[in-house]
């Protein structure tokens, strides 16, 4: 059997991608187009926003197929995991800083998207896992073993703040 080429594996990687970002905004348009339609929730059940949950959900582990492959391609080359690394690196980075805005802004749409970035942790430490396990390069790891402690370490008291104020 022979083997695919790089360029032709980043272009299947690109259309995978290229496909979930076409159903994430065919959902976005629906979910625009019922708010447009019932501007106050009227008629939408809370099974209909616990769909919709689930169905970001499963878009979100969806998005870790085409990564998963985009990362077996990226981990051979060192300059290109070192770059990637410093990356996810500013991505966790944020979790700490979002978590303080969260608690401490009055501004609802900025706090708003703080929650936001937190809610996605998760799938955040999944790809850093993902990036861990396949990375090759010492240097590479060290720093994505620092971006995961840094989400870890922000997620266990963001989780504990919403359970105690849900009380």
Known sequence: MQAISRQAQLRLIGEGYGLLV??????????HVDKVRDPFGLAVSNTYADAAAWVTIFLCLMFLVPTYFLLRTMAQSDAFFAVYSRILLALSVTAPV???MSLHTDSLTLGDLCVE?????????VLLAMSRV??????GKRLITWAFAIELLTLVPFVATHVLWSR
């Open 22 to 31: 076409a159903a994430v905004v065919g959902a976005l348009y629906q979910r």
């Open 98 to 100: 979002c978590f303080a």
């Open 117 to 125: 970035r937190l809610d996605f942790s998760p799938f955040v430490l």
């Open 134 to 139: 396949m990375g090759r390069h010492r240097r």
